[in-house]
């Protein structure tokens, strides 16, 4: 395990990069401890310049869990970060066929919220989080996790653990909704791409897509309530991980 400095580690070539725990001393649990620093680390997809891939590599990270799908990777492979493996973990994000043509920005919510149901309803995603979360539980530490953008697929599984760890839901939501503080930079980028190409009115239909909001992450954790009864549930019967292994990714989450 790896010790970090308490001040939060930014990347100039991944901007969501941050550790899970959050900054300062970690996030206070409901029983008075705290999470972990050090353990796990979010990030969007690893397009690193030379020294952002030494800071990881100085951070001893030994994993690497690309929740992309197989196109994303192919356009925008990970840079190799050195002493770490590289695990495809692929659970589906955005579908371009339903973003390419929004008309309004109810209609980019919408699809937002039916990505979010999907991660806890698909048995596809499922799966994945299972291995995801066993890896996390069972290998080499620390490990890092990341999709695109670092916030749907990435921000739904730093919540799961911030769950495990026993954060309280409110402080779970302002942790999710940093994505838009800290990757302003990046929307702004690519929000700009979308008003040369196709038109600045079309900004405010596609921002719906480039943020988090608390509507997207309450549309998991309602489908859960309704599947599953409680996130405990969810986690041994959804996703069939056994009460050892939650209870041994629990002990790596707290000091």
Not at 135 to 149: E, I, K, R, V, W
Not at 173 to 199: C, F, I, P, Q, W
Not at 220 to 231: C, I, N, P, W
């Amino acid at each position: 395990m790896t010790d970090t400095p308490s001040e939060l580690l930014r990347l100039a070539s991944a901007d969501n990069f941050r550790d899970v725990a959050g900054p300062g001393d970690g996030y206070l649990t409901t029983d008075g401890r705290r999470v972990r620093r050090g353990v796990f680390y979010r990030s969007n997809e690893l397009q690193l310049h030379e020294a952002d891939a030494t800071a990881l590599a100085e951070l001893g990270v030994r994993a690497i869990h690309d929740l992309r799908g197989a196109l994303e990777v192919q356009a925008h492979p990970d840079v190799e970060v050195t002493g770490a493996d590289w695990h495809h973990v692929e659970v589906a994000g955005i579908p371009m066929e339903m973003i390419e043509g929004l008309r309004d920005t109810a209609s980019a919510e919408r699809v937002m919220r039916e990505v979010y149901d999907a991660f806890v309803r698909s048995p596809a995603a499922r799966a994945s989080y299972a291995t995801l979360l066993t890896s996390l539980a069972t290998g080499d530490l620390p490990q890092l996790f990341h999709c695109t953008a670092g916030k749907d697929r990435t921000g739904w599984a730093a919540a799961l653990l911030l769950e495990l760890a026993g954060v309280d839901r409110e402080t779970i939501l302002d942790d999710y909704l940093l994505t838009n503080v800290v990757s302003s930079a990046t929307r702004e980028k690519y929000l700009a791409l979308v008003a040369e190409h196709l038109g600045p009115e079309k900004v405010a239909v596609y921002e719906p897509t480039m943020v988090v909001e608390p509507a997207y992450l309450w549309t998991a954790y309602d489908a859960v309530t309704a599947d599953h009864g409680s996130m405990d549930a969810y986690l041994r019967d959804g996703l069939g991980l056994s009460d050892p292994l939650l209870e041994r990714l629990r002990e790596r989450l707290r000091t």
